[in-house]
């Protein structure tokens, strides 16, 4: 191949990687200054609850659903800068908190129709 073949694909991905490397950069500052910030709030609940008697179990428990919890709206944060649409996730999100809450109310007919009517719902609305 000569240049004149080639030509056109260097200035397409010249002219994609100007659009879109400002994005990226940004994303990865981000999720490096996130990351760091969720591991200090981390360190610092430790510290806390270290103090205030708190049973170890629970502890390990609490700091480690938060660190994941922080991390998880860190990654759809950063995938919405880059310019993923994160409906669908945050959707998908919500449906499984729904399912875990209502695994717990299993029991109680009116609760279950109420739950899946929710889970239904926020997936005929993930899909549009």
Request: with cysteine.
């Amino acid at each position: 191949m000569d240049m004149e073949q080639i030509q056109p694909y260097l200035d397409k991905a010249i002219e994609l990687s100007m659009a879109y490397l400002p994005k990226v950069v940004l994303a990865v500052v981000t999720l490096v200054v996130g990351f760091w910030i969720i591991k200090r709030v981390i360190k610092g609940m430790n510290r806390v609850l270290g103090h205030k008697a708190v049973d170890d179990t629970l502890q390990k428990f609490m700091t480690s659903f938060i660190d994941v919890l922080l991390k998880i709206l860190l990654l759809v944060a950063v995938a919405g800068m880059v310019g993923v649409e994160t409906t669908s996730f945050i959707a998908m999100l919500g449906a499984i908190g729904l399912a875990v809450l209502g695994s717990q109310f299993t029991k109680y007919p009116l609760v279950r129709v109420l739950i899946l009517n929710c889970l239904l719902y926020t997936s005929d609305a993930a899909d549009e």
